[in-house]
């Protein structure tokens, strides 16, 4: 029998995720497995939990990675959150508010959306129009979104809804290690990452948190959760309290491949890992504009971790990617939806942030273009 | 920073899961992640496919690892074949029976149970009696009960329901990779189970698998699949066809060590694993018949891989379990409901079950008791 796994190249992960992982992640992963309810792992259990609120700069109780990739992270905030019949607003301008909207939809919300340009970011007046219309239980938005590389205005859309009953969700899958994600100052109810992106580990656990406001709508539901695996009142009596209750078995090794990928982080410093991002992001912008390649977002917009070029006239996509995976080793993502075949993107996540990957990928990209 | 990973110790896992697993695995795990989309792991995605349905004994086109631990394939199959008001019947004698009847209600399912006693097998009289009665659109039972140790008749209740359009879904967390799990001989629709237990993988992923009746039902559905992250007519898109639809970003690492688990057990050979189980079983029995230890299960209906023991007289189970722990680095089970304190479950699960296992598990239980 032939074992596949030997044929499996080390490639340069330079897409929207998964990012680039540390030795030191992969080592975590091959420790050896204990039991979900040993001493030593609820420990660690309490270690990540600490860990994931410095990175969400959130004193919120509730801060746990749940067993699902950051899909599954959604997927628990708004099922957790959401009752039938509940009004939800959901700002989109990319492949990830859109998912938001089908989630939110098929639980049986009155789902409300706000649609800007994919490529441009959400228009804070425009919320507030909506938000002067009607009241919402819950107004949902991507801080990154993955699909085109945009910012959208996190702290300035908390503050329209601060004083309101709305509960405030935020897709943090690509912001969370890479930049600041303040979760208490900007007033967020709801918040969920992955873990393939800026924490630099293999994809499979979603990080959420839940503020007490967002607490105490779960524990006043009028309907059980209606998903048993995600139901955030049981596996909380799992992660916390004195004694623990098992619930389902926590992906062990995974959870290992966490917790070191959030010390590597702290170890190395937020700000500082911060700046890397930025540096290298700069960096990156100014070799392409060097090529004459243009982005397509505004640079007042740009996400550092994310970055949407516009293919150059004549090329093509699928062939350049190709060449540039099977002759390079370098993996950069297409456009989805509207943007297929229009723009690359290239995420500089976590380690991937590195100068020696900008200049493998410019060197790449002269020789193929 | 100290780094908690370093102080975590070798454990032999004889509990109910996780369970021991192989340096081969864990190697695995470490290799080089690669993108969702790449070609290299598209190939072993497909390789993944077809080592389950060897270990399932299916032809279902429908097979593959959810992205969620045994959990979540419960919830994967409840969710993706019940709509709301459908006529369920779950056949409960123990812990995971009893998690189904609240996955089902949760989906707005009408559900009827019929009860057995925990430690007893389902009576296949009873289920046809209840069958007689009513028309069930699906029907669910746990072939291993991970909670009692007791083997249940899924060949007999598929004979029951071969000519119905009752769907027949069975959990096989615990018996997939360590006893003969037919799937299409034994008429079973749907079929879901876990990497921690026989297979030897670390816990995070859930094989699932859909008999064409069960996809006929997902594609008839009149209502979208009520959770997003787990809806198969999308997530098959990702698994099969030309061209890959991306849906969520699947777990690579953890699909690694699923891939290399299911190697190890088709090189070893599926009758020799099943037998090397059924052996480790004799011995564990007749060591602990000779220290006077009862057994719960009847012969007849015992799991080879999870031995429910007989908690002796006087002795204390929770310094018992501790110091197997603390002293000996033997993790064995405790008790779930009404068998908590009466019982000790010591599983034996593929790389778990081997000879100095057993002998390193006895000496220990001899000099503590």
Chains 1, 2 share one sequence.
Not at 104 to 114: C, F, P, Q
């Amino acid at each position: 029998m032939k074992n596949q796994l030997k044929s499996i190249q080390d490639t340069l992960l330079m897409g929207p995720g998964p990012s680039c992982v540390h030795p030191s992640v992969y080592n975590a992963l091959a420790t050896n497995t204990i039991g979900h309810l040993d001493p030593y792992f609820i420990n660690l259990m309490d270690q990540i939990k600490g860990y994931l609120k410095i990175l969400m700069n959130t004193r919120n109780r509730l801060t746990i990675p749940v067993s699902g990739t950051g899909s599954a992270g959604m997927e628990t905030c708004f099922v957790n959150l959401l009752e039938k019949n509940d009004n939800v607003l959901i700002l989109i301008n990319g492949v990830f508010g859109t998912r938001m909207e089908d989630v939110a939809s098929r639980l049986g919300a009155n789902v409300d959306v706000l649609k800007f340009e994919w490529g441009t970011p959400v228009i804070v007046d425009a919320v507030e129009g909506q938000l002067n219309k009607k009241n919402y239980d819950l107004l949902a938005v991507v801080h990154a979104e993955t699909s085109t590389g945009v910012c959208n205005p996190i702290n300035e859309i908390g503050e329209l809804i601060r004083k309101k009953k709305t509960l405030y969700l935020v897709d943090c899958v690509t912001s969370l290690g890479g930049m600041e994600v303040k979760m208490d100052k900007w007033h967020i109810d709801a918040l969920y990452s992955g873990t393939q992106k800026c924490l630099s580990c293999p994809p499979g656990l979603a990080p959420v948190s839940f503020s007490d406001r967002a607490v105490e709508k779960l524990n006043n539901r009028k309907a059980k959760v209606p998903n048993w695996y995600l139901d955030l009142s049981m596996i909380t009596q799992y992660w916390s309290g004195k004694s623990r209750v098992y619930h389902h078995t926590a992906p062990i090794n995974m959870l290992y491949g966490l917790y070191q990928a959030c010390y590597n982080i702290i170890q190395e410093g937020m700000e500082a890992v911060f700046k890397r991002h930025m540096n290298m992001h700069n960096l990156l912008i100014s070799e392409l504009e060097q090529m004459g390649i243009q982005i397509l977002v505004e640079t007042q917009s740009r996400l550092p971790m994310l970055n949407s070029l516009i293919i150059p006239d004549g090329v093509d996509d699928g062939e350049i990617r190709s060449r540039l995976l099977n002759e390079y080793q370098i993996e950069i993502g297409g456009g989805l939806g509207p943007l297929t075949g229009k723009i690359w993107r290239i995420g500089l996540m976590g380690e991937t942030a590195r100068e020696e990957n900008i200049i493998r990928l410019i060197d790449a990209l002269k020789k193929l273009l």
